[in-house]
DNA sequence: AATAGCATTGAGACCGGTCTCTTTTTGCAT
DNA sequence: ATGCAAAAAGAGACCGGTCTCAATGCTATT
């Protein structure tokens, strides 16, 4: 009569034993599929956790051999075209390794990344990809190494850390855009980021506690300064972390004086927004300027023109981190390694000489 | 001189218990945070956790108390901005009432959707947020409910299961677009679904597993109908699941001796994937043909014309399924309930009537 | 001063697995 | 038959928390 609609207590391998007339040790051994057991008696064992409709407790069984089988990785934000291809590059390696992923988003926060890492060594990963929101704060990042959880750094190292990292080249990367824009003719090159900071202008790039950011703006500068460009640090330009914060940046530039004829956008999120925008202005690209967005993202080929990109190979860059992780996890004590991804540069159409008018 | 570089063991109740001079139950109620404990222990015990770092094992907490503090979730393809976005407005949701998501990609597929479920009712998940690839099969959805872990059904509804779901209301959705087709002068529109069958061709819109998808279509039909369109079933086309799959359905629906005049994507991925096809055939939106979208992604703002879509409030969808998990996670028994959120139109340029030639 | 009554703290079982160690069976040689 | 090693099965501790229940201490009451 009361058959239980929610059998509260789900099924143990003490259940199976006593179904199969054996210990819970023997009963345990052939469900978890270690140490040695007679045919029949695993005959037994089985049907009766069939029967019984038996499941094992991953949690349980964590517990008891210190592994959860998961992996945490921390990334800024999920939303970005950037960490959804890593995170799908990270977790199709894990899968093939028999690990899970657990995926904390930190905002770029500092405070989130850091509880984010707490809440993670709290659920006992095996180890832990993060993307470091700032390269000058590591105590919760120092923390992880010292309970003894092998840490991956993607997409932004962290040198003094001592650990592996996973990065690209964004210092070459942003030499290989600018130097295209140079060569084209362009004289006024502008880059612009989502970085949030107090002011949009840059007063010194070696403040700039993103090392991704950072290289990608040294790039920028290094490569205009090798070809004698004077102002170029003017032209860098941070905080377009939405549409009209992207709206307001890119007016302010095209309203001075000298305004750039090109704009470099630091990801395929930024490039977006400076194309809306453009497209508000109703400038023509690449007749009234010129773009490249870091990124090759889907958008980038079916806007008219189609964007010239710095292209990431970020599927592959994740899973690089994701196997450094998994061959530490398996492997004993490998010495710290940093990958660089090489990045190119797909011309499309958004990238032509200045025109007279622009170039006085 | 032995110093552990890494820590085997970490730092447990016991430990703090000890280092306190308290009970290992007086410990475990202050870091427990249950319980009652003098000020005077707390904080004895409190000092002692910091000095030793004391890390809660959340594996350990959660074997005891039966709860993980885990929500999983199963999608069809997390790289589908549907599903990123779905997945981000579940995420905000649990994290807020203090849950934690892992995603399962089952690449619409049965058994990937199988054994998904599986490996995350073994991480005891405390509840399931499924998009069941068919709904003709359901047994292991069944045993979700039979283990007694609660269960929402997104996108796709499966009444016969008797579980909540959140659902986008397809039906109405792919009238409203049919319907505004029609009334620009359209009479052959063709229906572009990614869902992956034998033939491109629909025999019978009840025989398709998906009820998402057979909504669509039956919509799609439907209004077509209603306005005595007679071989609208011939313009349903299935299997553009990948670039050159698409280019050859909308080729041959284009060399059809009567071609349609208007496209519908039954998704952003799709519809990317048409407008990349026409773009290649060099026909022009919306002059030579129309189309519209589901789902208002990024890029269809962007192009030239942008994109008419079918607005999903996938957001939302998402939120709503987490909330509603939730407070059946908390809350007792509430009825099964299921949500259908209201979808409307996106007017922007990609439709127009059909030009003379091709309205033969 | 004795004792009821409440606030704290302590002892130890328990969750569901894994795993070591011991005991019992089995198989085969002598 | 008998011995003995190897194989199979059983007992029970353990992982790191939670939680029940008992024990202790202290205040308040009469």
Redesign the pocket.
């Known amino acids: 009569m009361e058959e239980p609609l929610t059998p509260k ?9 006593r179904a199969a ?9 052939v ?12 005959e037994q064992v089985l049907a009766a956790a069939a029967a019984l409709e ?4 991953e ?3 964590s ?4 592994k959860s089988g998961i992996i945490g990785v921390v990334v800024g934000d999920i939303e970005n075209a950037f960490f959804s291809l890593a995170v799908r590059g990270i977790s199709d390696v894990a899968r093939m390794a028999g690990f899970n992923v657990i995926i904390a988003n930190s905002g770029e926060e500092l405070d989130a990344e850091k509880s984010a890492v707490d809440l993670l060594i709290g659920k006992r990963v095996d180890g832990l990809i993060v993307t470091p929101a700032r390269c000058d704060r590591m105590e919760h990042l120092q923390d992880i190494r010292r309970v003894g959880v092998p840490l991956v750094l993607f997409d932004r190292n962290i040198p003094a850390l001592g650990v592996d990292a996973v990065t690209g080249d964004d210092l070459d990367a942003a030499m290989i855009a600018t130097r295209h824009l140079l060569d084209t003719g362009h004289r006024r090159i502008a880059y612009i980021s989502a970085m949030d900071t107090e002011s949009e202008f840059l007063d010194d790039s070696r403040s700039i506690s993103n090392s991704a950011v950072r290289e990608r703006v040294e790039g920028v500068l290094k490569e205009q300064a090798d070809a004698g460009i004077a102002k170029a640090r003017y032209y860098v330009r941070l905080g377009a972390t939405d549409q009209p914060k992207t709206d307001g940046v890119v007016k302010s530039l095209l309203q001075d004086a000298a305004p750039p004829t090109a704009l470099i956008a630091s990801d395929s999120l930024v490039g977006l927004r400076i194309f809306k925008t453009l497209q508000t202005l109703g400038l023509s690209i690449p007749r009234d300027i010129s773009m490249i967005s870091f990124l090759d993202a889907d958008w980038t080929t079916v806007t008219t023109p189609p964007i010239t990109v710095v292209d990431q190979p970020v599927y592959e860059m994740g899973k690089k981190a994701a196997e450094r992780l998994i061959s530490r996890l398996n492997g004993k004590d490998l010495p710290v390694e940093r990958t660089v991804i090489k990045t190119g540069l797909i011309k499309r159409g958004s990238v032509a000489s200045p025109s007279r008018s622009n170039d006085q």
Not at 54 to 57: A, G, K, S, T, W
Not at 63 to 66: D, F, L, R, S, V
């Open positions: 207590r789900s099924v143990t391998v003490a259940d199976v034993a007339n054996v210990s819970k040790a023997t009963a345990a051994r469900l978890g599929g270690y140490g040695v057991v007679s045919d029949k008696v695993r038996y499941r094992p407790n949690l349980a069984r517990m008891t051999t210190g």
